[in-house]
């Protein structure tokens, strides 16, 4: 970072969540909100019995937390695919190839001028909860909004995508 220059944080709202194919990923349509990336490690105590101080943190097992993701009802299967996927599995009807149900997500940050800023590899993900159709209100006046709550074995930031070069503007210097 330049000396004295402040950077703006980037924006909630531009991203977009890309899924794996098998042949590479593709984006997911529709795709209006993400749950945060959350993970927590549990705190083990220890203490020596010749230690005259009390018990010292230590860090135990890191649980990563479900992420939900949200999108407006569209046309494109690929959504509603997946969740069959791991139900199928679940009930004995799915292949048992171990990665027939289990997906990569990459989640991707924009800044303003719609350059890619951030990107996350979510890892061997899979679909643990899924609604197809909200309730449906003839009152309503609302996009139509399916859910689903994905597990995953971790998450790391892609280190390979760099922090853009705004364009400068007219009278810019």
């Given at each position: 970072m330049?000396e004295?220059?402040?950077?703006?944080?980037?924006?909630?709202?531009?991203?977009?969540v890309?899924l794996?194919?098998?042949t590479?990923?593709?984006?997911?349509a529709?795709?209006?909100?993400v749950?945060?990336?959350?993970?927590?490690?549990?705190v083990?105590?220890?203490?020596d019995?010749?230690s005259?101080l009390g018990?010292?943190?230590m860090?135990g097992?890191?649980?990563?937390?479900?992420?939900?993701?949200e999108?407006?009802?569209?046309?494109?299967l690929a959504f509603?695919d997946?969740a069959?996927k791991?139900?199928?599995?679940?009930?004995?009807?799915?292949?048992?190839q171990?990665?027939d149900f289990?997906?990569?997500?990459?989640i991707?940050?924009f800044n303003d001028?719609g350059q890619l800023?951030?990107?996350?590899s979510?890892?061997?993900?899979w679909?643990?909860d899924?609604?197809a159709?909200?309730?449906?209100d003839?009152?309503g006046?609302?996009?139509?909004?399916?859910s689903?709550t994905?597990?995953?074995?971790g998450w790391?930031?892609?280190?390979?995508a760099?922090e853009?070069?705004?364009?400068k503007f007219?009278?810019?210097g």
């Open positions: 330049a004295g220059k402040i950077k703006s944080p980037y924006k909630n709202f531009r991203f977009r890309l794996d194919t098998g590479g990923f593709a984006e997911v529709g795709v209006s909100k749950g945060g990336l959350k993970r927590k490690t549990e083990i105590e220890h203490r019995g010749s005259p018990p010292v943190p860090p097992k890191t649980k990563y937390e479900p992420i939900t993701l999108r407006g009802v569209t046309h494109d509603e997946w069959h791991a139900s199928a599995f679940r009930s004995g009807l799915g292949s048992l171990s990665g289990r997906k990569d997500l990459r991707e940050v001028a800023a951030l990107a996350y979510v890892y061997n993900c679909v643990s899924y609604q159709l909200p309730d449906l003839a009152n006046n609302a996009v139509a909004i399916q689903m994905i597990q995953n074995e790391q930031r892609d280190l390979t760099q853009p070069t705004m364009p007219g009278l810019e």
